[in-house]
Nanobody, 121 residues
Framework: QVQLVESGGGLVQAGGSLRLSCAAS????????MGWYRQAPRKQRELVAA???????NYVDSVKGRFTISRDNAKNTVYLQMNSLKLEDTAVYLC???????????????WGQGTQVTVSS
């Protein structure tokens, strides 16, 4: 069994910052990509940022230059530093990890429970 637990969401004024964390635990052999999606009301879920085990990153265009994804492989944790937040960043943010539970097994995508980020004017 694998669990991803998120923290760090909340209410912030436009222009402010938040840092999200997501820690994976349980039956983990290796973690490949980790990242963050977001789901806003009446919008499709979108991939915000992702990072490979080697540290390569990619971002959706709307957050480039404002958000930074990083990970601590020793702690099985991924972070999302969000600066210069805008009203349109308001959403539930969900972390994921592509995780294998033992050597030779397939990697499965596991999800966190989601954390609300609300940006106010």
């Amino acid at each position: 069994q694998v669990q991803l637990v998120e923290s760090g969401g909340g209410l912030v004024q436009a222009g402010g910052s938040l840092r999200l964390s997501c820690a994976a635990s349980g039956s983990i052999f290796s973690i490949y990509a980790m990242g963050w999606y977001r789901q806003a009301p009446r919008k499709q879920r979108e991939l915000v940022a992702a990072i490979t085990s080697g540290g390569s990153t990619n971002y959706v265009d709307s957050v480039k230059g404002r958000f930074t994804i990083s990970r601590d492989n020793a702690k099985n944790t991924v972070y999302l530093q969000m600066n210069s937040l805008k009203l349109e960043d308001t959403a539930v943010y969900l972390c994921y990890g592509d995780i294998t539970s033992y050597s030779g097994s397939n990697a499965y995508k596991y999800w966190g429970q989601g954390t609300q980020v609300t940006v106010s004017s």
